[in-house]
């Protein structure tokens, strides 16, 4: 019989993920080790695959312990810390869960959107504080009339945008490439698209690409009643300028479902009233992490079965050897 393959679980604790592995693989946890060089020495040398938690560092260093890894199943479509350059360079597929979460993640950003404009979260707080009998919550901004700019036009991007076609609002993006199939206007400038709208949704990849993109100066085109939506990665906005444009009144909100450094949040974003802060929940349904933890297990049974990966990244295609 062909032998029982080794897998290592690096931040992945779910138990349906797990209970699958199981049944086809011998476990090994990285976080279950009290030494973790004196573990990678033991069992590294076996391993073959890594079921991996989002936004898990995977790097060089890593891979130099694991001589016989074949393949990385990360799970959540972001892949921004693993290094899958340098896996492609050593024949290492690295896969991801696309699509399975992109409608929960757009269905968040609408409603991380409404609570920032209406101030939901606020006029909670506002009622149980008990400040309704002695004046009504005061009024707010509006979707009405904006003009809504999406910041990356793949996935997620797309399913935020047919989302917001149901709003009536003006909807505009920026990518490294314009879309030939959708209606919307294409700035090939991030920059020239906040100076066209007042609203920005960011919905791009994280990475040395995105860093800090959403600068102040890109803050400040989208004005003083500017918003900004993001539920992609913290990465992507320069988070002091983000806390300065807030604090100055220089944009009017912003609703962050991700953070440069999390779980850490800065202490400034919490201080300001008009945030509207979230510990990273966008795919965080009983619904869509089960099905993301299907697409992780799909990936290594389909590789194990010699049928090559379900959902590789775009940096290690299968070419079927
Ligand atoms: C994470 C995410 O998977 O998919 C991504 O890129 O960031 C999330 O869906 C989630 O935080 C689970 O760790």
Redesign the pocket.
Known sequence: PAETPDILLIRQTRPDVAGRLAERFRLHRMEEAPDREAFLDAVGPRIRALAV???CPIDAALFDRLPRLEIVAS?????DTIDAVEAHRRGIVVT??PDV?SDE?ADLALGLLLATLRRIPQADRYLRAGHWRAGSFPLTTSLRERRVGILGLGRIGRAIARRLEGFGVTIAYHGRTPRADVPYAYHDSLLGLAQAVDTLIVAAPGGPGTQGIVDAEVLAALGPDGIVVNIA?GSVIDEPALIAALQAGTILGAGLD?FANEPQVPQALIDLDQTVLLP?V???SHHT?AA?GRMLTDNLFSWFDGKGPVTPVPETPWTGQ
């Open positions: 938690g989002a936004m799970f959540g479509v972001g892949y991801h869960t979460l993640v990665r991700v990273h966008g795919s965080g992490r993301m």
